[in-house]
């Protein structure tokens, strides 16, 4: 990564600011602050290249600013930023304060149950995060981000699981590294030190109805959202990959480990002659396949995806988002299982983020969205994101004839991916 200088950055700094701010008033949008509650723009949908540089700039300045001593040791106090949001979200303060209008700490305390002094304290340090401002003293009111989190419930469930039921695990990576070094065995990472089980990550989750139904809503409000933090809307993987020219009008798609099936939904309303499988366990589907408004080209299956794959002679195997939760060897199991059922020139889809290597992507920021998922991986099942190498490799090490061929990506999304392996054995 090049270095810049004060002067530098500030130039980089002033000339972007200008950009967006051009493209505002070309767009109609009066310049919004952080304390504007009304919706405001999307900056990047004004113009993806100048906010992406606008903020790797302002973040690097932040570093050169601040010296290593005080970065370092805000760093090492970050946790404070995570157990500030949760609190909030675990008593939804976001939700009793009007979206127009302000409400006191003392009625904030009284409607939570919480105290009103450490109410006090959570609140005071959220607004140095620009998460609510103290119009006058003990008097509360939103901000734009405040004010997100009341619009979006959903988003919220996903950032409660994170910040309550993850946080503890995360931030026990260390520990757990300290204690198994070597080891990628599911069974042996910051979760099962964190919380003094031996299970898995979904065996732990799975003995506690509480958090297993926060999970299932925070997945559920993850998979709804475009913003950075979520990833990519459902349609991008939809428009990253070439179905209709590498699959033929009449494709069969089995989408494995789909879930309830939202971006098999999307791709079967986009191509009413694709035939779409959606395969996941009983639990996962039951609700999504008696929905009566099911595309018709679109049906569930229950499968196992370590079980030999019972639908033969499909064109496309499309796996998001499975991969990443898995290390190497359970990885390598999967692809395996799908050998029986493959026929020559079937297609294996692999919906992920692309981690990069020692490279540097166009966005400082972007890549630090990708590594933090990498580390949540470790931290939940010794697993990680992988770089396009590494899939290669996987596909390798489960069968030599399936062959690693290319990935594709959206222009101006660094992140998200889609790895193509295509079948070349006889059966």
Not at 42 to 71: H, T, W
Not at 237 to 249: A, F, S, T
Not at 354 to 379: H, N
């Amino acid at each position: 990564m090049a270095a810049h200088t004060i002067e530098q950055l500030s130039e980089t700094i002033a000339r972007t600011s200008a950009q967006l701010s051009l493209g505002l008033k070309s767009q109609g949008f009066a310049s919004p602050t952080v304390n504007d509650v009304v919706k405001g723009p999307n900056f990047e949908a004004i113009n993806v290249k100048a906010s992406r540089e606008l903020l790797d700039a302002a973040y690097e300045l932040e570093a050169l600013v601040l010296g290593p001593s005080k970065m370092l040791s805000l760093m090492a106090f970050i946790y404070h930023d995570i157990s500030s949001l949760g609190a909030l979200l675990e008593f939804n303060i976001p939700g009793l304060i009007p979206l127009d209008g302000t409400a006191t700490i003392a009625e904030l305390a009284l409607k939570s149950s919480l105290s009103e002094d450490k109410l006090t304290r959570f609140i005071r340090y959220a607004t140095t995060n620009f998460i609510f401002r103290e119009p006058s003293p003990g008097v509360v009111a939103h901000t734009a981000i405040s004010a997100a989190m009341v619009r979006d419930p959903k988003f919220c469930a996903f950032l409660l699981f994170v910040t309550v039921n993850c946080a503890n695990a995360e931030i026990s990576i260390p520990a757990a590294c300290k204690k198994w070094p070597q080891s990628e065995k599911l069974s042996e990472c910051a979760v099962n030190e964190a919380y003094g089980t031996n299970d898995t990550f979904f065996q732990w989750l799975s003995k506690d109805a509480e958090r297993q139904d926060r999970f299932d809503r925070g997945m559920a409000g993850l998979s709804g959202n475009d913003n950075g933090l979520a990833g990519r809307p459902q349609q991008l993987d939809i428009e990253i990959y070439p179905w209709v020219e590498k699959l033929g009008p009449k494709a069969v798609v089995v989408d494995v480990g789909g879930g309830s099936g939202h971006i098999s939904r999307v791709l079967a309303h986009t191509y009413p002659e694709f035939t779409v499988t959606v395969q996941d366990h009983p639990k996962a589907i039951s609700a999504a396949k008696s929905d009566p408004d099911l595309p018709p080209n679109l049906s569930y299956q229950e499968h196992d995806f370590f079980s030999p794959q019972p639908l033969h002679g499909g064109d496309v195997y499309l796996f998001r988002k499975v991969f990443h939760n898995w290390p190497r060897t359970e990885a390598v199991s999967i692809i395996r299982a799908l050998v029986p059922a493959l026929k020559p020139g079937a297609r294996v889809l692999v919906s992920e983020f692309l981690m990069p290597g020692a490279e540097r992507g166009e966005s400082l920021l972007e890549d630090k969205l990708v590594r933090q998922m990498d580390l949540q991986m470790m931290g939940a099942f010794n697993s990680k994101e992988r770089t396009a190498k590494e899939y290669a490799a996987l596909f390798q090490e489960a069968d030599e004839r399936l062959k690693y061929q290319a990935k594709y990506q959206f222009p101006g999304d660094q992140k998200s991916c889609i790895f193509e392996a295509v079948w070349e054995g006889d059966s």
